[in-house]
């Protein structure tokens, strides 16, 4: 089935670790997003993708990190620099103009 | 600047109530799009709608129905006849065609529809 996969569900970090969450699409989507979900909040955009090799940085970027070496894939990674890492992260994957197909989402905790 | 605006954070009805959920949105490009999702306590988003800027025309599904204005730059959501599977967080949001597809999303409603 096609679809959008995140990994790990849940995830536990260290104080001045970074740590990586996975995205992966099979829908032969362009364009790739990574959003950030806090407790009774919307949804806040930290870096998108529309092609390969290039992406672009949202609104709460700081301390966030992607890669788009593949059209399948769009990890970020939550670098030691983001102070107040806690929050569900929502990675999504469009064709542009379209609607989003979410992942389950992954929920970053501090140890 | 573009923004989404979700006025109301949260809002109460008893089953069969009808209610209006409230988008304001902001852009400077010409082209752009919106959508509506809903997000249930699972946490997984569903798209509902998708309206693009040059299409005024009001839709209807079933018990939801959307009133985009351009003069007002409103694209609100009626869920008529309420039930409590409609309970969730419901998210307005906004692509621009010129912004490279960036989308943003308000800040949610959350509904509460009582039995």
């Known amino acids: 089935d096609g679809g959008i996969t995140q990994s790990p569900k849940y995830l536990f970090r260290k104080e001045g670790q970074n740590v990586t969450l996975s995205c992966e699409q099979n829908?032969?989507?362009?364009?790739m997003y990574w959003y950030r979900q806090d407790p009774g909040q919307g949804l806040r955009l930290i870096y998108y993708s529309q092609i390969v090799n290039d992406f672009q940085k949202g609104d709460i970027a700081e301390g966030y990190s992607v890669s788009r070496e593949k059209k399948e894939s769009f990890p970020l990674t939550v670098t030691s620099a983001q102070k107040n890492p806690t929050a569900f992260y929502l990675c999504?994957?469009?064709?542009?103009?379209?609607?989003?197909?979410f992942g389950d989402g992954t929920r970053l905790s501090i140890l | 600047a573009q923004k989404v605006t979700q006025a109301q954070t949260e809002i109460s009805v008893v089953e069969k109530e009808d209610v209006t959920l409230d988008c304001v949105y902001e852009?400077?490009?010409?082209?752009?799009?919106l959508f509506w999702y809903k997000q249930p306590p699972s946490g997984e988003l569903v798209f509902l709608i998708r309206?693009?800027?040059?299409?005024?025309q009001n839709e209807i599904s079933g018990r939801y129905s959307w009133n985009f204005q351009k003069s007002t730059s409103s694209f609100n959501f009626t869920i008529t006849a309420s039930q409590v599977v409609d309970s969730a967080v419901y998210f307005c949001a906004l692509s621009e065609a010129g912004g490279g597809f960036k989308t943003i999303f308000g800040a949610g409603t959350r509904l509460f529809v009582k039995a």
């Open positions: 309206r693009n800027s040059f299409d005024e």
């Open positions: 852009t400077r490009d010409t082209t752009y799009y």
């Open positions: 999504a994957s469009s064709f542009p103009s379209k609607p989003q197909h």
């Open positions: 829908l032969n989507h362009d364009a």
